[in-house]
């Protein structure tokens, strides 16, 4: 079982940059695939960015591609994104997943969920 905890949200004007961190519980967590996915209002839940359980292996959507960096740090259990540039087609509730296995980047893959931390970008 992982249980997983997002920081970093807030509002940010556009141009501005935030740090997400996820927090994960369990000794495993560097067994993980880990994955950032983001949901607007009224929208499905998007793969945002993923990263496999070295960090040898990234993935970005088309969107955030020179603006986001995913990474993770095993010793401290935790993964981040870094968003630079932001945009107000950010604004979303940024949500952290894990599972076993090598990087995935469909939502529906991932078992362990965040609650979600909200990120806002205003003009």
């Known amino acids: 079982q992982v249980q997983l905890v997002e920081s970093g949200g807030g509002l940010v004007q556009a141009g501005g940059s935030l740090r997400l961190s996820c927090a994960a519980s369990g000794r495993t967590f560097s067994s993980y695939a880990m994955g950032w996915f983001r949901q607007a209002p009224g929208k499905e839940r998007d793969i945002v960015a993923a990263?496999?359980?070295?960090?040898?292996?990234?993935y970005y959507a088309d969107s955030v591609k020179g603006r986001f960096t995913i990474s993770r740090d095993n010793a401290k259990n935790t993964v981040y994104l870094q968003m630079n540039s932001l945009k107000p087609e950010d604004t979303a509730v940024y949500y952290c997943?894990?599972?076993?296995?090598?990087?995935?980047?469909?939502?529906?893959?991932?078992?362990?969920w965040g609650q979600g931390t909200q990120v806002t970008v205003s003009s």
């Open positions: 997943a894990a599972d076993r296995g090598s990087l995935y980047v469909v939502a529906n893959t991932y078992h362990y």
């Open positions: 990263i496999n359980w070295s960090g040898g292996n990234t």
